[in-house]
């Protein structure tokens, strides 16, 4: 069982800086194989796509909303997806989550997913 645990969330001014993190635990080795994305969810809102990576972190692929503003990456050896968010605006204020995926290139689905982590921006 791979279980994925959000953090890095908070309470930040617009314009300012976060950076999500995404720790695998339980079966360690899984995620090494894994493409993970990142997803979000305002109040009153359907999810939606933000990032997502390769398991060799060789793609990435992002959503028009963050485009150059967010990066995703990651370090297999510590097993951990980074999502670090720049130039945040208020309309990015949302439950983020990560999700994994044993995939050799970026899935349309994912079969893991963590708890959430609460992104707030003020303006």
């Known amino acids: 069982q791979v279980q994925l645990v959000e953090s890095g969330g908070g309470l930040v001014q617009a314009g300012g800086s976060l950076r999500l993190s995404c720790a695998a635990s339980?079966?360690?080795?899984?995620?090494?194989?894994?493409?993970v994305g990142w997803f979000r969810q305002a109040p009153g809102k359907e999810r939606e796509f933000v990032a997502a990576?390769?398991?060799?972190?060789?793609?990435?692929y992002y959503s028009n909303s963050v485009k150059g503003r967010f990066t995703i990456s990651r370090d297999n050896a510590k097993n951990t997806v980074y999502l670090q968010m720049n130039s945040l605006k208020p309309e990015d204020t949302a439950v983020y989550y990560c999700?994994?995926?044993?995939?050799?290139?970026?899935?349309?689905?994912?079969?893991?997913w963590g708890q959430g982590t609460q992104v707030t921006v003020s303006s």
């Open positions: 990576i390769s398991w060799n972190a060789i793609s990435t």
């Open positions: 339980g079966r360690t080795f899984s995620i090494y194989t894994m493409a």
């Open positions: 999700a994994a995926q044993r995939s050799t290139s970026i899935p349309n689905e994912y079969a893991y």
